[in-house]
């Protein structure tokens, strides 16, 4: 699969104040975020980016993505405005993205999600 879209699965094991780009300081609770993205070409290569702690930080995920674990991600074939679709199913998913983060050309609030629900299974505290 060449191009498509994904969702990006990050686990944050503690709390954290991350600066990300023009966006600013950002406060991230402890827990799961799932990242709506997309890559036209060399899709597999965007996803295995995101996994890599030693990069150059260019996209919003980026600044999370080097302080947070990545578990995994789903791809998903299919055209680039696939990716606000995938932004809203989480939206109603999970609720509120974090403002502007990975929706800097686009018209969605935002293309991250914290997932509260999952936080505490993340943490090892739910059996």
Known sequence: MDGGVYIAVF????AR???????GLIHFRPG???YAGSAQRNLLARVDRHGRKDKPLRWHIDYLS????????ILVPGRR?????????????LGPAVRGFGAS?????????????????????VT
């Open 17 to 23: 104040r991350i600066r990300v780009g023009r966006l």
């Open 32 to 34: 799961i975020y799932f």
């Open 66 to 73: 080097v302080r947070a674990r990545m578990l995994g991600a």
């Open 81 to 93: 405005s696939r990716e606000c679709e995938l932004a809203t199913a989480l939206w109603k998913w």
């Open 11 to 14: 686990s944050l094991p503690a």
């Open 105 to 125: 050309d686009c018209r969605c609030r935002g293309h991250l999600f914290f997932a509260p629900r999952l936080a505490w299974r993340a943490q090892g505290k």
